[in-house]
T-cell receptor, first 114, second 111 residues
Framework: GAGVSQSPSNKVTEKGKDVELRCDPI?????LYWYRQSLGQGLEFLIY????????KSGLPSDRFSAERTGGSVSTLTIQRTQQEDSAVYLC????????????FGSGTRLTVV | TQLLEQSPQFLSIQEGENLTVYCNSS?????LQWYRQEPGEGPVLLVT?????EVKKLKRLTFQFGDARKDSSLHITAAQPGDTGLYLC???????????FGKGTRLHILP
């Protein structure tokens, strides 16, 4: 596609429920990243996929968070048993990979856990 | 752990004034990027600098990468209300393509 597409754009969920956030990257981009942005804060790295390599999961805050990327394209970030501190904007980005290539971000999913 | 410190955190100035935003680290980066983010949107890439000492210009915006590739600055000449937004610097690690972000400078240009 022309840009990175994320869905849903907004999600309100009850504490304890599971949520799935979707990211559709730019066609041909081999690298895909998930970041989290809390109110007034910078971007917190969550997970990174590069081609067929094992993902870098070093930023996932707990084992309630997981992500997968199917067929080297669409990615889903799953948060199980959501907590109020999970409320944030979840941003997905894709890149051609390699040094010096910037990211193209989606508009994010605003997650609110009530 | 690599960290990027941005300063100032907040800046509110009058239209027409000049300003400089700084991004500093003790780590060396392969490249450094600047993004601008508006409310409800994802960050948008403004520029990537790769070579130590490199200077890039984008209209009224001038970006510089430090000689040691540890720091960068963004200078805006004659700021306009349309420059208002959150400016984020991001450094690309030397061992992988993962990018870490500073916390950003929130810029507000008063008409």
């Amino acid at each position: 596609g022309a840009g990175v597409s994320q869905s849903p754009s907004n999600k309100v969920t009850e504490k304890g429920k599971d949520v799935e956030l979707r990211c559709d990257p730019i066609s041909g981009h081999t690298a895909l990243y998930w970041y989290r942005q809390s109110l007034g804060q910078g971007l917190e790295f969550l997970i990174y996929f590069q081609g067929n390599s094992a993902p870098d999961k070093s930023g996932l805050p707990s084992d309630r968070f997981s992500a997968e990327r199917t067929g080297g394209s669409v990615s889903t970030l799953t948060i199980q048993r959501t907590q109020q501190e999970d409320s944030a904007v979840y941003l997905c980005a894709s890149s051609q990979g390699g040094t010096g290539y910037g990211y193209t971000f989606g508009s994010g999913t605003r997650l609110t856990v009530v | 752990t690599q960290l990027l410190e941005q300063s100032p955190q907040f800046l509110s100035i009058q239209e027409g004034e000049n300003l400089t935003v700084y991004c500093n680290s003790s780590s060396v980066f392969s490249s450094l990027q600047w993004y601008r983010q508006e409310p409800g949107e994802g960050p948008v890439l403004l520029v990537t600098v790769v070579t130590g000492g490199e200077v890039k210009k984008l209209k009224r915006l001038t970006f510089q990468f430090g000689d040691a590739r540890k720091d960068s600055s963004l200078h805006i000449t004659a700021a306009q209300p349309g420059d208002t937004g959150l400016y984020l610097c991001a450094g690309e690690g030397r061992r992988d393509d993962k990018i870490i972000f500073g916390k950003g400078t929130r810029l507000h240009i008063l008409p």
